[in-house]
């Protein structure tokens, strides 16, 4: 008798894809994460010879968790895959596809905190002259490059969420962004006159310059028309990192997380902080706090004579 080759009904888990999107509201990429995670789980349960899905079990779980662990996969994705199972396996229970929820007491390795990559000030606006210059040849990509980092810098939005916009999501009168975060919920991030200057260039002298008849309306197109990608605007700040001594190497995230700190080290409190980043949870914005002490303690230990 040969084993099967899936564990998992595909009707099973189109079920389950539906649930993330409609009812949870996740992502797309959360989606295609925990539906990756789950045929994970389906080979190590094959290869134990388990015939049923409906058979498992904690000691299952926490076997496919420890091999994972083992096989030296970090704490992050040990993390993620343990919540994919408890979302599955706890609407399989609610649903009434299973008895029990076999993952309620499945428990995930605590993750280790470590401290984001950051710009200094005085790195964020050097980066930010390097695009200026950039834009004074007024190419459209150009101008455009710099409309996006000013943007980003300024308002400390995802990557992600800086695709998404839409033009109709300025009040350009306001300095204000709608931003569409996690779990489509919104909310409305200022802006400064840097970032408003670049963007109004853009638009003014820029985008008119790549939009065509199949354009959508967002805010920032590539050089064919079409949004922007995440991959661009990645590739765009590290050619321009290049000609910032000194500066770390950093992803567009890395622009978000200088934002918050530097947001800090300026005196914002925390809450105003979570509530520009689009924060769930105060701990996620914390870590910054622990970044700005860092970099005091850094700085302390240089200067003073008793450090």
């Known amino acids: 008798m040969t084993s099967p080759t899936r564990l998992l009904p595909a009707e099973l888990l189109g079920e389950f894809e539906r649930y993330l999107r409609l009812e949870r509201g996740r992502s797309e990429h959360t989606i295609r ?3 990756t995670d789950l045929r994970h789980l389906e080979s190590h349960l094959l290869a134990g010879a388990l015939e049923r899905w409906s058979d498992v079990g904690l000691a299952d779980l926490r076997t496919w968790l420890a091999g994972i662990d ?3 996969g970090a704490r992050s994705t040990v993390s993620r895959r343990a919540a994919s199972a408890r979302a599955f396996f706890g609407w399989a229970a609610r649903t009434q596809r299973l008895a029990m ?7 995930s390795p605590k993750r280790h905190h470590t401290l984001p990559g950051v710009l200094r ?18 190419a459209p990509t150009h101008l455009r490059d710099r409309a996006m980092l000013e943007l980003l810098y300024a308002s400390g939005i995802r990557v992600g969420e800086l695709c998404g916009l839409d033009i109709d999501d300025l009040d350009r009168g306001a300095r204000v962004v709608r931003v569409t975060g996690k779990g489509d919920k919104q909310r409305v991030v200022p802006y400064g006159v840097p970032a408003a200057e670049a963007i109004d260039h853009w638009l003014t ?20 028309g079409g949004r922007i990608d995440p991959r661009t605007v990645r590739r765009v700040l590290t050619a321009l990192l290049e000609h910032v001594p000194d ?17 800090l080290e300026g005196g914002a409190d ?4 979570q509530e520009l ?13 622990h970044v700005s002490v860092e970099r005091l303690r850094s700085s302390f230990a240089k200067a003073h004579p008793r450090a």
Request: charged fraction near 15%.
């Open 33 to 35: 994460a925990y539906l």
């Open 70 to 72: 083992a096989g030296g």
């Open 101 to 107: 929820d076999p993952a309620v007491r499945l428990v």
């Open 121 to 138: 000030q005085s790195e964020a606006g050097h980066l930010l002259d390097v695009a200026a210059v950039a834009a004074d040849d007024a």
């Open 205 to 224: 002298r820029g985008r008119p310059s790549v939009v065509t008849a199949q354009s959508p309306p967002a805010l920032f197109l590539g050089a064919r």
């Open 247 to 263: 500066a770390p190497h950093l992803g567009p995230h890395g622009l978000r997380h200088s934002a918050a700190t530097h947001l």
């Open 270 to 273: 925390l809450r105003t902080v």
């Open 277 to 289: 980043l689009g924060h769930a949870s105060l701990s996620t914005t914390q870590i910054y706090t």
